[in-house]
């Protein structure tokens, strides 16, 4: 198998090159990563030092970078992590998740069509389903998606079904849930808090703090991805989750043990997510499990292992946190609500 991962700098797309070493001797590997704000080089220094890895700057959007790739490196399946991935920047600016998540993903079915590559998948995520209070979604619920990001995600989602319809292109599709591990970039809930408690600064919590996520480790849903690229069905979708559900306070509670801090540190701020919150995200995956594939780690185990990897990997997170773009996001989305707790 001559693999392309996109987005493989990113935090799924790496630890899911790691994976494919592992899992998969013969396997060759071209990373293409365009290296926005999210993707960096020091997040798959290890994997770099493999030569069966090969790694491509560059845009899933240029055809060029992508049609080259295929030529030079005889590419036969591509798994599609890359994208804009962070719901509140998608409400600040949403120009780039519609050029990457959706643009992107029709040139990669369009090369995926013209190369007669034997297989494509697209990551996409449970929030293309929108929010659900009781109960839990199947492949089949309607896709309601509530914020610019997961619409984005929703819009890559559909031309995939949409490919696989009209022109019968082998691209399969799965949607996760909320994903934690290690490498996780420090503006999600996890790594973000993780990181300012370390440093004795406040966490924002937003609202009241009951918002429920179905939280998978990154390693059982790169696990699941590849049981789909391999047995699933060309033109079907796979949910990935753990049936996990945690409210983001019983998260902060473990993140402030962990880190050996106490409730002064967490400060609730009015929700800058607004009506676009989604309050509950929850769905089956049996259709997946039927494949041969189950989550292996166990949630509040391998949290704390998260946030002892994040203690003792200060030298890959703390030049991220430290640039000026990092800062100015966090100037400009939180600054309104955390002022003086910046
Ligand atoms: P991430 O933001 O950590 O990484 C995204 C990577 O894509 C980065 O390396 C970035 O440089 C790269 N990228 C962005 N735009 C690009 C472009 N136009 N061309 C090439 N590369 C580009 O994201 P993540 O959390 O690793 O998520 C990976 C995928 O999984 C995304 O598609 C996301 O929607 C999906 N997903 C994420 C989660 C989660 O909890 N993080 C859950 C379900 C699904
Ligand atoms: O469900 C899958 C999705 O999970 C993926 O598609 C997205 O790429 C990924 O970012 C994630 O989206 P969420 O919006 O659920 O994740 P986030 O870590 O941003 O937020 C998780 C919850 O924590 C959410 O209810 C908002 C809350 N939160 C988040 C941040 C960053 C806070 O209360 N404070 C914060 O500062």
């Known amino acids: 198998m001559n693999l392309l991962v996109t987005g493989g700098a990113g935090f799924i797309g790496s630890n899911y090159v790691r994976l494919v070493l592992k899992k998969h001797p013969q396997a060759r590997i071209s990373i293409v990563d365009a290296l926005t704000y999210a993707g960096n080089l020091s997040t798959i220094r290890d994997v770099l030092a493999s030569d069966r890895v090969k790694f491509f700057p560059g845009h899933i959007q240029d ?29 600040l600016d949403s ?83 909320n994903n934690y591990g290690p490498f996780q970039y420090p503006e999600k809930l996890i790594p973000f808090f993780a990181t300012r408690l370390i440093d004795g600064k406040k966490v924002p919590v937003y609202g009241d703090g009951n918002q429920v996520r179905e939280w998978v480790h990154v390693m059982d849903h790169c696990s699941g991805i590849d049981t789909v690229l391999h047995a699933g069905k060309v033109g079907e979708v796979y949910n990935i989750g753990d049936s996990n559900e945690r409210r983001n306070n019983e998260i902060v509670k473990i993140l402030l043990e962990e880190t050996g801090r106490d409730e002064s540190l967490v400060k609730s701020i009015p929700d ?30 391998y949290l704390r292992d998260t946030v002892k990897w994040y203690k003792e990997r200060q030298d890959w997170w703390r030049p991220i946190t430290e640039i000026p773009a990092f800062q100015d996001f966090i100037k400009r989305f939180y600054g309104p609500t955390l002022g003086s707790d910046l």
Request: aromatic share 8%.
């Open 63 to 91: 055809p060029c970078v992508i049609e080259g790739i295929i030529k030079s490196e005889q590419i036969s399946h591509i798994v599609n992590f890359a994208a804009e991935s962070h719901n509140d920047r998608s409400l």
């Open 272 to 301: 800058p997510r607004k009506g676009a919150h989604d309050r509950r995200y929850s769905m089956t995956t049996e259709k997946t499990q039927a494949l041969g594939w189950k989550p292996e780690h166990d949630f509040e185990k």
């Open 95 to 177: 120009g780039s998740f519609i050029q990457t998540d959706v643009y992107g993903v029709h040139i990669l079915l369009e090369a995926t069509r013209k190369f007669k590559l034997e297989r494509m998948l697209h990551v996409s995520t449970d929030e293309v389903y929108g929010s659900i209070l009781e109960g839990a979604f199947t492949e089949q619920s309607p896709i309601e998606p509530n914020t610019p990001y997961s619409a984005s995600k929703a819009g890559g989602d559909l031309q995939c079904r949409a490919h696989s319809i009209s022109y019968q292109t082998p691209v399969v599709v799965t949607r996760g849930g």
